[in-house]
């Protein structure tokens, strides 16, 4: 979000952005959408690339409670956190503030019922029948959780993935070469695998990628200077090998280096590759602003999910109190 909140002071670097996309196979979706100024060819920022969180699961685990793979459908999904419960081997997702986890799964839960925050034109547009859908859901996936997911924070699902207390979650490719680097857990990492979340209603799985932004603000001294630099570092020889680096983390903003060889490193890592073109964004479906930033800062869609998770509020009074709370960010 940091070009829009920062568009009065932000980058003039649209002839970067234009010789990249023009070199390097044009910009990835998301780059897109958090680059550029809404509905505008305008480059706020120019994108280095975006995360995504998908299903961590062990597959032993999984097989054991009778799936080769991880359902696209909500029931089918169902399913299988219930077979994992019943084999002790439970499923955990955050229900707490936790900045990247949370809103992931919390955005997930609406955007694959059909749910959305705003509407096109930023209209306040989550108290609908498909949130409310999407938390009668919650309510049935909940009691697979392991105890203490509505206190969790973004490194939690991490500690009780590694320790075993949990057998699926969702989580950034970190926790796998976490588990990959150190001889104690490395046997968990063999087992470890990563999946899609599942699609429901939606038209592919619902990513909401964490997007890396790079700006020239026009008080900068050397602004020249600043806009040569970003293209430099995304130009191949510099870009590729910082790609690399980063073992699947941060997915690609330009589309060629979809052929980077990073992602064939590593067939676990192939669900990663593509998280740029995610059709999905934080603020889904309205313009990426300041209101839509704020509203995953404040955490709304998180406390909607655990007020019903908690049995603190029904589905239709948590999805009212969201609306009044994000009512209140899309005022300002």
Not at 111 to 116: I, R, V
């Amino acid at each position: 979000f940091l070009p829009v909140l920062l568009r009065q002071e932000g980058p003039a670097a649209i002839a970067g952005a234009e010789y990249l996309g023009a070199r390097y196979g044009g910009w990835t979706f998301l780059a897109q959408k958090y680059g550029k100024k809404d509905r505008s060819e305008t480059w706020l920022g120019i994108p280095f690339g975006g995360g995504i969180g998908p299903v961590t699961y062990r597959r032993s685990a999984v097989q054991a409670a009778g799936f080769d793979a991880i359902p696209e459908d909500h029931a089918g999904f169902l399913r299988l956190c219930q077979g994992l419960k019943r084999n002790n081997k439970p499923v955990g997702f955050a229900l707490g503030n936790a900045v990247g986890d949370g809103n992931a799964f919390a955005q997930w839960l609406v955007w694959s019922h059909g749910g959305m925050l705003v509407d096109e034109e930023g209209k306040v547009a989550i108290n609908s029948r498909q949130t409310v859908d999407a938390l009668n859901y919650l309510r049935e996936l909940y009691p697979t959780f392991v105890n203490g997911t509505l206190s969790w924070l973004d490194v939690s699902n991490n500690r009780a993935f590694s320790s075993q207390d949990i057998f699926l979650t969702s989580n950034g490719v970190s926790l796998y070469f976490t588990l990959k680097s150190d001889p104690a857990t490395r046997a968990i990492a063999e087992d470890t695998d990563h999946a899609p979340m599942p699609k429901g209603l939606a038209s592919a799985a619902p990513h909401t990628a964490t997007v890396l932004n790079a700006m020239v603000f026009k008080h900068t001294r050397y602004p020249n200077a600043a806009k040569a630099f970003l293209t430099f570092m995304l130009e191949a020889e510099q870009y590729d090998p910082w790609l690399t680096g980063c073992i699947g983390y941060w997915g690609q903003s330009l589309n060629a280096y979809r052929q980077s060889a990073v992602w064939n490193s590593d067939p676990k890592l192939a669900v990663f590759a593509d998280a740029m073109n995610s059709p999905f964004w934080s603020g889904f479906r309205g313009p990426i602003s300041v209101a839509s930033g704020a509203v995953a800062a404040d955490y709304v869609l998180v406390q909607m999910c655990a007020a019903v998770a908690s049995g603190q509020a029904t589905p239709e009074a948590a999805a009212r109190e969201a609306e009044r709370r994000a009512r209140r960010h899309y005022r300002a």
